[in-house]
């Protein structure tokens, strides 16, 4: 299966502060999803990345695909309260169904 | 809404004692999963059907089945719920095929008791 680690773990910033989440893969890459959970709840869809050295922005959240280093990073700008929760990368395996998540880094945002 | 439902939010079940999960979509997409998520983990994928062909995961216990019986409802059996059986059931829908995410629901935590 495929295997997706994800750094750091869990994160406390202050509001306002910029920050960086880190996901690799132990396999190629055929697409690399972004998404939020908050406690409880099901997953978000955020964004896809899908060719090596993409780039997509989503408000102030924006991911970035390293295909070579079979990597992608989520990074958030200016962060707000509003936007803790569980970020969760996802990716297909070589079977484009079948589909496999990191654990997930825990954001909190102090106001 | 175009959606993910899953039903019920919150399952309390004893041990052994066989329990259904159900989902439903209105997005009308060919494959659906069932991932179960333990505390602070990943999602792990169970099973998925795309449209009425069953894959499993390798290490999906036998405890577990699905069932499909048309393109908007799939079930979760848990034929003996175990203690480490307890956990958040998600389910998730898409197209099929390169750069189709996910949808999910919003899961059935489920207790065993």
């Known amino acids: 299966s495929q295997e997706l680690e994800q750094s750091p773990q869990s994160l406390i910033v202050q509001e306002g502060k910029n920050l960086t989440i880190n996901c690799t893969s132990s396999k190629t890459l055929y697409g690399l999803y972004w998404y939020k959970q908050k406690y409880g709840e099901g997953l978000i869809f955020l964004m896809m990345?899908?060719?090596?050295?993409e780039e997509k922005s989503h408000e102030k959240i924006t991911a970035k695909l390293d295909e070579k280093k079979q990597q992608s990073s989520l990074h958030i700008t200016a962060s707000q309260p509003s936007h803790a929760g569980i970020y969760l990368c996802g990716a297909a395996a070589n079977n484009f169904n079948k589909f496999y998540f990191g654990s997930g880094t825990k954001l909190n945002v102090k106001p | 809404d175009a959606m993910v439902i899953q039903n019920p939010r919150y399952q309390v079940t004893q041990f052994g004692k066989p329990v259904t999960l159900s989902c439903s979509q209105t997005?009308?997409?060919?494959?659906m999963y069932w991932y179960q998520q333990k505390s602070s983990q990943a999602p792990k994928l169970l099973f998925h059907?795309?449209?009425?062909?069953?894959?499993n995961e390798a290490d999906t216990p036998d405890n577990f089945q699905s069932r499909r019986p048309n393109t908007s409802f799939c079930f979760l059996d848990i034929r003996s719920p175990g203690l480490g059986d307890a956990a958040m059931y998600l389910c998730?829908?898409?197209?099929?095929?390169?750069?189709?995410?996910?949808?999910f629901g919003n899961g059935t935590r489920l207790t065993v008791t």
């Open positions: 997005l009308n997409h060919n494959v």
């Open positions: 998730a829908t898409s197209r099929g095929g390169t750069g189709s995410p996910l949808h």
């Open positions: 990345l899908q060719k090596g050295g």
């Open positions: 059907y795309y449209d009425k062909d069953f894959n």
